[in-house]
């Protein structure tokens, strides 16, 4: 099983450029990183997946470095909307573990 | 809106007693999934069902079960309930069984007294 380490929290200026990093060091060789963002009293919701390199979509970049023992979700330019929880997820066959994330707060 | 459904979004009961959670899946969705979310407390894998059948078993409780119904909707027990059993409880579906892309409903808010 892979576990994922995160900081517990960040705190960033609004329009800045966020990096949260997240390390997963016995990623296995079919496992895929997934990010999640979740808002108080909110079901997760789906913000980016890769396996290796990068990948970008309109809201996120996901670097996943060679070894792919960490990879760094990037939130370009945030606003205060932007503020809550991230979790990194490594999947495992048929089970999903969330770890325990990362509390961003943006501030005006 | 994700697509998943769950219902009660809030049930308040006492010690003791059991509740049946209710998830309908995406439509599509062959698997789903049920997370408990303590206060404080990060998303814990309870268990997965895909197709009908149960395909992974997290940290559950031997006092809850779950069943996935022919219908792809699927309901989680939790029985004995104890106060720190209060939660939210969280549905999420999937196309198949091994992507990690989730959809999850807006969570069953539970309360024991």
């Known amino acids: 099983l892979a576990k994922t380490t995160q900081p517990i929290s960040m705190d960033s200026y609004e329009g800045q450029e966020v990096n949260i990093t997240c390390s997963h060091n016995?990623?296995?060789?079919?496992?895929?990183i997934t990010w999640y963002q979740q808002f108080p009293s909110q079901g997760p919701r789906f913000i980016i997946q890769g396996y290796k390199t990068k990948v970008t979509n309109e809201v996120a970049s996901l670097f996943i470095p060679a070894d792919r023992k960490s990879s760094t979700l990037s939130l370009p330019r945030v606003s205060l909307s932007d503020t809550a929880v991230y979790y990194c997820l490594v999947g495992d066959v048929n089970q999903f573990y969330f770890g325990t994330g990362t509390s961003l707060t943006v501030i005006p | 809106d994700s697509g998943v459904t769950q219902t009660p979004k809030h049930l308040i009961t006492a010690t003791g007693q059991r509740v049946t959670l209710r998830c309908s899946p995406r439509s599509g969705d062959l698997s789903v999934y049920w997370y408990q979310q303590s206060l404080d407390q990060g998303l814990q894998f309870l268990i997965q069902y895909y197709n009908g059948e149960e395909r992974a078993k997290g940290n559950i409780l031997e006092r809850f079960s779950a069943q996935q119904f022919p219908d792809l909707h699927s309901e989680l027990n939790l029985s004995s309930l104890e106060l720190g059993d209060s939660a939210l409880y969280f549905c999420?579906?999937?196309?198949?069984?091994?992507?990690?892309?989730?959809?999850f409903g807006e969570g069953s808010r539970l309360t024991v007294l």
């Open positions: 999420a579906s999937s196309v198949a069984q091994n992507t990690g892309e989730l959809f």
């Open positions: 016995n990623i296995a060789t079919n496992d895929y």
